[in-house]
């Protein structure tokens, strides 16, 4: 299978690599990101040289050369991507959070509009692999959902509440820095979010 990375530059994406370096029958062969187009995947991900001779590209979503595509893209650009890359036959798991939920909670939540809505399966492939059946699209969940769902699943069926307490460093927010991302706001220090 050829496998494009959308966004394969960032956390996502460079560990989806790392990942599917040793898939036996996936091949990276395209990797994006439109600020470092031309410059060589290992660059960006040093942990990965001598396992991928890949330069990123800045494909439009009709370009994308794959059997099979990973939206690692923050949430509202993955929507761009999705129905273009379906009509194209090219199969879908997608890591944002553009299809994870009913699109009037979408839209609440994340207080945008979402412009290209459909239906699709949505869970993590260790526990919900045999509802996926045939999709050609599969929205994943986000890092705290995978987390809390993975610890709590051997106690399904047998516990009576399960109460979760959960902390992400702050790499769950992605490669563009910010004020609540600063080596200085952070370190040493939690943020508790209610
Ligand atoms: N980090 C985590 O622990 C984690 C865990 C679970 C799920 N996720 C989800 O996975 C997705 C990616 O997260 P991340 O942490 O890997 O983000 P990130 O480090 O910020 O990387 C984002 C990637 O998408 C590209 N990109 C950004 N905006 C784009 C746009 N409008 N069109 C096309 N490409 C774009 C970026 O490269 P260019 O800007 O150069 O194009 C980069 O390659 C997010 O939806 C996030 O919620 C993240």
Known sequence: MKVAIIGASGYTGGE??????????????????????????VKEHPHLKGGI???FENPSAEEVDADFAFLAVPHTAAMSYAAPLLDRGIKIVDLSADYRLPKDVY????????TAYFECPYGIPELHRESYGPARFISNPG???TGATLAAAPLAGRAHTIIYDSKTGVSGAGDNPSATTHYPN?????KCRR
């Open 143 to 145: 890092c705290f959902p």
């Open 186 to 190: 952070v370190a040493d220090n939690i």
């Open 107 to 114: 839209e609440r939540v994340y207080e945008v509009p979402h």
């Open 53 to 55: 001779d890949l330069r």
């Open 16 to 41: 989806l690599i790392r990942l599917l370096l040793t898939h036996s029958s996936a091949e990276v062969t395209c990797a994006t990101s439109r600020k470092l187009a031309g410059t060589p995947v």
